[in-house]
């Protein structure tokens, strides 16, 4: 039987909280989940029955089918060798044609969304112009391309062009040891391949590309008659050649395109016409092939159009031309004005709402199945995941006008019905959007997807105003263009729209490890448990320090070295991306980049610096603890404290209780909180926003952890919170350090919100006790928890609702638990998915109810 939340005193009386569907009374707790999933349609339900999941768990594929491809690799590398001595803007457009040329189609039974970026729909596609070591990985694994001898040998060729070669020259070997230890610092991005992008998807779907096409030609004709004017000015005149090479590029890869959605409209009609004998899967096959040979050459006219065209620029670019992580977009909004069309007006493609609904569980789908051909590092620290399929909805436009729709609740709706882990979803919160809508969230949280996690509105678009001061070209993003953003990954806040948008991981991205660095603070530097390597400079021996303020600027020293480090090395990839690896096609539908003839690796009009400090609050509740027992009470010395953790703790225990029991954040402790508030904003923030990027801003913190906490935790000695070596590390930004937050959720509130200064975006994991969100007071008792958190201008929340009793059970029977669905950090996956070592860490997060206190903190009204 369900458990029902405990009776509480509040307001004068006695409340008690019975489930708000009575039928979920005769459903245990530990098969809950199960019972979730509802399929709007027979289709959808086959189609998510026969998903090919490319999900991956301790780095390993848990489909044992799945593996790398090996057609892009091919063609690419035919198109480099074929191409030899052209411009290398050329050069791509040109490797990114004979790929679209002749790629294998895929069309599979039942969908309607269609188009694949691999040769088959068990395959993904690998990157040997990226990095040679990704590749590398791969053949020597179970998911090697075939032939392996072809594989290895194309790999070889790149060795010498790729973006890893041309990077590592500029650091020493000690630099590049000390990244590639990936324990204070991630690994470079020319080493992984990992990149991001929030394409502008608006100029494909209200221009079409045969009007980017006429532009670019529009373009080279007039720096032609430019270049032809008398007298000769060669100081303004010679500008026009990467102009017009960056036009060409534009045109050959749009061409390409075209091509190839058309090949998908000649292999539908060729299905349709001689092998399809359902007659309405038949007319289904002729539509889209008709959508397929008009978009996204041409505008799109109705939501179905919308859909595809969304769809197969997605593919160009975050798979077929570059890999990509992330789904970024604020796919309402783009999609809203197709909505009316279809579903209000019936114009053209006439659809219902229900039918709308369906569309997004097929794209969602489509999602699941995507494959990413990830490094073996990063497949490990998405644990449970695919990739980190992300869009935003919600929010507000210019004027703070709320901006949800009824293209917002299919999105919703869709998501709840079908329960998969991707594309996960962020919600743009603000008080003027709808409660019809706001009630759809809940109901996603409280069914247990994870997601939408939830991003305070108003302070996602101040930021964007912020950064558009240090616009290199004076560009930066207007008023009415701050309030169009979505989350370009899990947590940073990026335009959408024709122009200015993320268009490289070097502008924002990547990782750091406060923990690690608190170990080697406290060795002078040296990675003693680990990697036996001196990882940072000499700060001194901490037996030597007087006072705490000199440990915390040795904490300084190591932090500022780290994080000039791996952003020098994003720049410079920035810097040889723009040289050797332009995106013809992203700029052409850029209208920046067409406007100006500059590559979309080059051309930056609206910075956007952020870097990810990860297990930033082990770190922190380290520090307060050394102050307090150390330097304060002097309960202790701090050559006790370093001998207690070489041995990690062994023979120690009394010791260590004390320094676990030392004021801990999310308690709303004054001492505590005091000293994180600084740590947080004098070093995390005020650290990083010293640097300037290639893009002529600032750097800030965006604390969001992924699956590295695990990964980091587990490459980090004991630390002077109480924790063990190799546990894991905090599960968030600015999360308390799981089981920590013992006050309840509006004291995790208080303390979160005491960080105001120079951060970009701090990750808050909080788990709520389900008996009482699917009460019949959960969605009230939620509401006013996030009006609180949006008056305390807490930058972000996410939330898990799901209890121990199910997660022990999937421990136990996973097979019985396949839609079981939890938020790790930043993103959801399949709860089986998960290394054990990884669902212990969520299991133990303290599980939050709400108690009087709490309701009267938030004004509940009940």
Known sequence: MATVATSIKYDGRVIDFPLANPDENGIADEVLHENLARPTTERTKRLKARCRWKHASAGEFVDAEVRAGIERMRFITEAHKASAGQPEVIRRALGLANILNKSTLVLQQDEFIIGYHAEDPEMFPLYPELAYMAVQDYLVSNYSPEPKEEAAEINEYWKKYSMQAKGERYFTQEELLQMYQVSTMEAPGFATGYNSICPPYETVIQDGLLK???????????????????????????????????????????????????????????????????????????????????????????????????????????????????????????????????????????????????????????????????????????????DLFILTIGGTKPGYVDACSDMTDAILEGARNIRTTEPSIVFRWHPNGREKTKHLVFECIRDGLGYPSIKHDVIGTEQLKYYSQFSKNNNGATDEEAHYWGLVLCMSPGLCGRRKTHKTRSEGGGSIFPAKMMEIVLADGFDWSYSGMQLGPHTGEPTTFKTFEQLWEAFRTQYAYATSKVIRAKDIMRYFESKFLQMPFVSSIDDGCMEFGIDAMELSEQPNGWHNPITTVVAANSLVAIKKLIYDDKKYTMAQLITALRANWNGFEEMRQDFLNAPKWGNDDDYADGIIKDFYEDIIGGEMAKITNYSGGPVLPVGQAVGLYMEIGSRTGPTPDGRFGGEAGDDGGISPYMGTDKKGPTAVLKSVSKVQKNQKANLLNQRLSVPLMRSVHGFDIWKSYMDAWEKLRIDHVQFNCVSTAEMKAAQKEPEKHQDLIVRVSGFSARFVDIPTYGQNTIIARNEQSFGADDLEFLNTQL
């Open 212 to 386: 980017r096409i006429e532009l670019a030609k529009e373009n080279i004709d007039h720096a032609k008659k430019e270049m032809q004017k008398v007298p000769w000015n060669a100081t303004t005149g010679l500008d026009w050649i990467a102009k017009i090479d960056v036009w060409k590029a534009m045109i050959i890869a749009d061409e390409a395109v075209i091509n190839w959605a058309r090949r998908h409209a000649r292999l539908a009609k060729i299905v349709a016409e001689h092998f399809e004998t359902n007659q309405e899967r038949k007319e289904e096959l002729l539509e889209i092939a008709d959508i397929s040979h008009r978009v996204p050459a041409e505008p799109c006219k109705g939501l179905k159009d919308a859909f595809q065209a969304k769809w197969y620029t997605f593919l160009l670019c975050h798979a077929i031309d570059r890999y990509a992580s992330g789904y970024a977009h604020k796919e309402d909004e783009l999609l809203e004005p197709y909505y009316n069309i279809s579903v209000k007006d019936k114009s053209f493609q006439p659809m219902t709402h229900t039918d709308v609904i369906e569309m997004v569980e097929m794209e969602r789908l489509k999602i699941s199945e995507h494959g990413a051909g990830k490094s073996r590092a990063y497949r490990e620290i998405f644990p449970g995941s695919n």
